[in-house]
């Protein structure tokens, strides 16, 4: 029966957007959230989640760092009736797949999240919605870690999903890891001022790249090779994205030759192909000049510091003392930072690394989302 409601409002989005006025047209921005594609999520391997009842994939309009832009997204439905209100929304915010358009993160395998983390929040009643990101799947170049296109690519969806199912409540939280922690932190402070008319009760992230723009300024030619992981592919696909979606900073123009190279790979190559690729040349060699430029580091700063002051929902993040993608230290100082803006925080240490802490903080990000979203 849940299953014949939603495609009855798949149906019904479906006509809106072919109606005169509709919002179908590819050609002309709609207002944020507006659907333009809908249609059920394939029943295959690579994106099924058992446990859902209904699984739809969606386009809708979002807003990148200096416009309009589309963004893909998924919706998973817990089975059964929806409670009082409808179900409560988890939007999750994914981790780095890479900035080309067929490393979206909607139509690839992604075993923990599909085996584990989805089933869970559906089994804890929550209805999951995906959002791939501006850019990415979409056209346009995805501005990998702008941390606001990212949030607003996320509340969005939300948006779009609630248009598309009638039986998802306004109550939601946004949970995240590694770039979608960046992200959730992000959504934690836009979300209330920019979606009024939703209800955020709370954001969770595990490893989210914080203070990346204090290190901005010190990258030039002297950089050696790091001890730590995928930082070439990392800093390649951040200045891809400013290439692409601020042509006036020149980024090119910062570049060597194999920069150059470098900056393709990482526009056609997924996160862990492209890493195998440039993983043993340095963010040095990328370089022919230090990033010294007062415009690109506003813009730098812009998209990649964490907002620290004027949360009012609360907050959980999770670190793991392992973590090589996003050091310890790193998330130290960010929390260092919320803590005395008076920021409603907790705060949670694992031993593992960047992907193991997704997994070992599940009981207590699951936790922190019953405390926050299970009250009306």
């Known amino acids: 029966m849940q299953r014949a409601l939603v495609m009855a409002g798949v149906l019904g989005v479906v006509i809106s957007m072919l109606a005169p006025g509709g919002t179908g047209a590819a050609s002309a921005a709609g207002p944020p959230g507006a659907v333009t594609e809908v249609s059920p999520l394939p029943q295959v391997v690579a994106v099924a989640v058992a446990d859902a009842d209904a699984a739809l994939r969606l386009v809708y309009w979002s807003r990148g760092p200096r416009g309009p832009m589309q963004s893909s997204g998924a919706i998973y439905l817990p089975p059964g009736p929806p409670p009082p209100g409808g179900w409560p929304i988890v939007a999750y915010a994914h981790g780095t797949v890479g900035i080309a358009d067929h490393c979206a993160f909607s139509l690839q395998p992604r075993r923990l999240y599909l085996d584990t983390v989805y089933p869970e929040l559906l089994r804890a009643g929550y209805a999951v919605v995906l959002s791939d990101y501006v850019g990415l799947g979409t056209p346009g170049t995805h501005p990998y870690l702008d941390g606001p296109s990212q949030a607003r690519s996320v509340i969005d969806g939300v948006r779009a999903a609630r248009a598309v199912v009638p039986e998802l409540s306004d109550r939601w939280a946004v949970l995240g890891q590694s770039q979608g922690g960046q992200t959730a932190l992000f959504a934690a402070r836009i979300a209330p001022e920019d979606a009024p008319e939703l209800r955020l009760r709370g954001a969770a992230a595990t490893g989210p790249p914080s203070s990346l723009e204090r290190i901005a300024p010190l990258l030039g030619p002297w950089v050696p090779r790091l001890p730590l992981r995928m930082t070439t592919a990392y ?46 040349i340095s963010i040095g060699e990328l370089l022919a000049k230090p990033l010294g430029d007062p415009a690109l580091l506003a813009a730098a700063h812009a998209m990649l510091r964490i907002p620290t002051e004027g949360h009012t929902v609360p907050l959980f993040i999770g670190q793991g003392l392992a973590d090589l993608d996003v050091p310890a230290p790193l998330t130290a100082g960010l929390v260092a930072e919320l803590t005395p803006a ?21 009981p207590d990000t699951l936790a922190f989302l019953h405390r926050v979203l299970d009250s009306p």
């Open 235 to 280: 800093v390649a696909s951040i200045l891809a994205g400013l290439r692409a979606t601020a042509p006036e900073l020149d980024v090119d123009g910062y570049l060597t030759p194999r920069g150059r190279h470098v900056l393709d790979v990482v526009e056609n190559e997924c996160a862990t192909e492209a890493d195998t690729l440039v993983r043993d």
């Open 342 to 362: 008076g920021a409603d925080l907790q705060v949670a240490v694992y031993p593992g690394d960047h992907l193991a802490t997704a997994r070992d903080s599940l």
